[in-house]
């Protein structure tokens, strides 16, 4: 596993500087880059977020840095135990872990502090330290065949729930796949809607089933995908301001994880509706845009992230028309229409020719 | 599939009736058993909550409910050609759908409350009349086979996630399993650990991932998994008030379920842990309970559903010691003692024998 000698070759790395410093009687310190807002700068060339040059020194020097420089020692060899025994942890169960460490944590915050700073500093998201966070990612339905351990199995053969993806994702491997795309819907209604009326088949995709927010575990799954499988990604959410914003922050990711999202942003990924043209050409049934929407819907139209052509004009139409609608609202036009007629109509277009 | 017949030949009789009214010139009614608190009543020998005698009757002849009799035989009618065709619909999706009746809703409620009407009359849950909840249920790892339509896999050869409860757990034929009890953890971190730690051929046991409050999935897998493998069930979760109740939903119901308690329920299912008991015999790092835990554990001391002797001594000296644990915190002592040493220390006192 590449990512593993990776993160324990960064790990001793990490260690050995602070040794060295010892052996020749220098006080050790470590270069930290800066998380502060300030330091947090959208690329637009790759189209995410990641951290600028700004960097902080964690001095043994300092009194009082004395304690955080040993806890990142400890979570280091805690981390290199997990990865060297290919276990893993919860953030909760290293932080009662600690309990048994001559630096333990006064709260949770303080360890999770302390391993971001770690995942910053050595450029390795935490769960390649084997630290996990404790929600499973999204469903996948569809034709990919996948091995994780010493199991392998196809996500079309796992009953109506598909497969979940686990924390660990980079320890899956893609053994292979037969889909011309990918399709992201917010809602588990909507995944088994598709499973049901066999969208799998009809438009040869993967169907992910997001829950809401995607996970990391989730975010990074279709990363990989969209990098190994060499197919278009489709996000398919809520036509309000926070569908929109739960497709971009898996297209261009959060600013809170800057320093992951080399890994975990897809900047490919397209955003297929419900758009506010959707709610007009669909004449859709609608709620009225309330206040706070209203309001996070002026903050997207000024987010970097938000600056092309399509979406200045779906923000400002949606907030012309007053209006909001769910994805499930086209069962108005009876529970098939949405896998008859809209998704194949939205594909077609963005792909520019008819979907097979 | 036996409840498809079942809930179709209910469907119809519930037609039939109001249709021999109109033909024999009668006015059209029909009764439902009260859901209100009144008749919600605990029955000691069968363990969980069920639903009184008492009756209400909905009217044609009143010409307040006229709306609301019309709408349960559209809901009626809707269910009825879910069931016919073989599909599912959510909640949400059939609220649209609606939105081509004669008689629409105003809004979700209004239709949640017409279908829990149809549930209660007919005493068939919502799942079997093809109406779906969002969320899926729990994760499920080890030796069981199952076949849900024609796919057919074992529960250990999923991946590290394992099987997903789909919304239609009845539709999940139990095709072989080779294990001694199931046990279910509140956490997926819990659960993760379990998976890691080869629980599941340590103790030939399932293992269950609840993800906090059991949903109706989950709860109706545990019970027939309780039914159809007759192995035990034990349930493990954080040693506080809520996670007492997580415990308790599951093995005698709730409250608001009266009437689907009786496919819900697993009166057998014991309560394993986090106790008061087991805080202090393992010396766990704890956390004081707060006013609204004490008020909590306060209310369960005089919930019927917890009079026996056993919640009533644990929640005493909770409120004794004023302090609670999370099942994480066991790894204080190291990753793998909860799997090592706390689970075979429980379930060889309550099975009467060592694990094997």
């Not at 893993?88 to 971001?116: C, H, K, L, P």
Request: with cysteine; charged share 30%.
């Amino acid at each position: 596993m590449k990512h593993k000698e990776e993160a324990l070759a960064k790990l001793r790395g990490m260690g050995d500087e602070v040794l060295e410093s010892v052996l020749h009687e220098n006080v050790p310190n470590i270069k930290i880059p800066s998380r502060g807002t300030g330091n947090i700068i959208y690329n637009p060339d790759k189209r995410y977020f990641e951290l600028g040059d700004r960097k902080g020194t964690r001095s043994l020097g300092n009194v009082k840095q004395i304690k955080k420089m040993a806890q990142m020692m400890c979570v280091g060899n805690f981390c290199k135990e997990l990865v060297n025994i290919q276990k893993t942890a919860t953030m909760r169960e290293m932080y009662y872990v600690s309990e048994g460490w001559d630096v333990g944590f006064d709260n949770q915050q303080e360890s999770n502090n302390i391993t971001e700073d770690i995942e910053v500093t050595l450029g390795v998201s935490r769960e390649n330290l084997g630290l996990l966070p404790e929600e499973d990612g999204a469903s996948v339905f569809g034709d990919i065949t996948l091995r994780d351990d010493d199991v392998e199995f196809n996500a079309k053969k796992l009953g109506k729930s598909g497969y979940t993806i686990p924390p660990t994702v980079d320890d899956i491997e893609f053994v292979d796949s037969n889909v011309d795309r990918i399709i992201a819907v917010e809602t588990m209604g909507m995944y088994h809607r598709m499973v049901q009326e066999k969208a799998y088949d009809r438009f040869n995709t993967l169907v992910i089933g997001l829950k809401g927010q995607a996970a990391r575990a989730t975010r990074r799954f279709i990363r990989r995908a969209s990098d190994e499988l060499n197919v278009p990604v489709y996000i398919c959410n809520d036509g309000d301001p926070w569908g929109f914003h739960i497709a971009m922050v898996i297209i261009s990711g959060s600013a809170k994880l800057a320093h992951v999202n080399h890994d975990l942003a897809t900047p490919d990924a397209k955003f297929l509706g419900v758009t506010a043209s959707d709610i007009i050409n669909y004449d859709l049934p609608t709620d009225d845009l309330k206040d706070v929407d209203v309001n996070r819907l002026k903050e997207l139209a000024q987010d970097p992230r938000y600056k092309g052509e399509f979406w200045q004009t779906e923000i400002k139409k949606m907030l012309k028309l007053g209006k909001k609608a769910e994805q499930q609202s086209f069962s108005k036009y009876g529970l098939e229409y949405i896998v008859d007629t809209y998704f194949p109509n939205k594909i077609s277009a963005l792909e520019g020719k008819p979907i097979e």
